[in-house]
């Protein structure tokens, strides 16, 4: 089995990479017209030049997968706010989406939790709609949104996650269809386990992006063994290997947070299992130490017997 990595947003080995700059709405306020919309820009130009810097230490580190911020255009989806970030920011996506092909890197995009479809509320379900547009707006003026996932979970279950399931079935139906082409759907590690998911997934045809820590914080009933088979199916028609997060328990009080890296312990179990299944894997490295991690993980697993590091950022087991 070939196994590709990848980390989140921010590579902490650049100097000041984050590119994930903002600007509060209060401080938009305090500015006048003019002034409050070049700072818009002027954050998002940067935000732009340091994903880009992150694309190349990517390359230079033959890391095939990266997931952008999804804070690189602030305000973006502010009711009070909202700003064409596309016009004069064409120079900057350009040089992206260049790299990207040229490298053949797999991109994707997370946002936050607040961007859910089984809310009873429907104002929570319109600024979900709104924000995977933003997702997918940014993707598409990269000109990578054939090749880019968005990431959600499933949603909160209020209390009674038949009716929540019913509401995400409904709601979903908001998106429009080449924004939710592009979704992934992660399993919880406190509400919808992963079969659950899973389930969503089979039903709407949706890939699943299966959180391994996830499922050990939150297992289910049915045994993993059963569960990998249909998550691999999932990918079958997406011209992408199978795709999962893999991070480490801080502590057992603290079962479900991130580690600063990823004990190889705890993931070989799940390598040697998903290697029944598929001949191909891409691994998101979700650790606080983001491309530290991935580096520390791929480094010690290519000292495993049976582990081959085939160049940075790939493995073959």
Not at 49 to 75: D, F, G, K, N, W
Not at 263 to 274: E, G
Request: charged fraction near 30%; aromatic fraction near 10%; charge should be neutral.
């Amino acid at each position: 089995m070939i196994v590709s990595f990848g980390f989140v947003s921010t590579a902490l080995n650049l100097y000041e990479a984050s590119p994930a700059k903002t600007m509060t709405f209060a401080t938009y306020q305090k500015r006048e017209k003019e002034e409050r919309e070049a700072q818009l820009l002027s954050i998002t130009k940067n935000n732009l030049q340091r994903t880009l810097r992150v694309l190349h230490y990517c390359v230079a580190h033959e890391l095939p997968l990266y997931r952008m911020s999804s804070s690189i255009v602030p305000l973006a989806t502010h009711p009070e706010a909202g700003w064409d970030f596309l016009k004069d920011t064409v120079d900057e996506r350009k040089e992206i989406e260049h790299l990207v092909k040229k490298y053949n890197l797999r991109t994707s995009m997370h946002p936050n939790q607040f961007t859910l479809f089984t809310s009873p509320r429907k104002e929570v379900t319109l600024n979900a709609v709104k924000d995977m547009q933003y997702h997918y707006d940014l993707l598409k003026g990269m000109g990578i949104e054939d090749r880019s996932y968005i990431n959600i979970h499933v949603g909160g279950a209020y209390g009674d996650k038949e009716s929540a399931l019913k509401r995400f079935y409904e709601n979903i139906t908001l998106l429009p269809a080449d924004v939710k082409k592009r979704i992934t759907l992660e399993n919880d590690d406190k509400t919808f386990t992963t079969e659950e998911t899973l389930a969503v997934c089979e039903k709407e045809n949706i890939p699943l992006m299966f959180d391994y820590h996830h499922y050990k914080a939150n297992p289910g009933e049915t045994p993993l063994e059963e569960l990998l088979p249909r998550f691999v199916e999932t990918w079958k028609n997406t011209g992408r290997p199978p795709k999962v997060h893999l991070s480490s328990p801080k502590d057992e009080k603290a079962y479900r947070s991130h580690h600063d890296y990823v004990s190889p312990d705890y993931v070989l179990p799940f390598f040697k299992m998903i290697s029944d299944f598929t001949d191909e894997l891409d691994v998101m490295i979700e650790a606080k130490q983001k491309d530290r991690a991935a580096l520390k993980l791929i480094e010690e697993l290519s000292g495993v017997r049976g582990f081959k590091r085939l160049n940075g950022g790939t493995i073959l087991m």
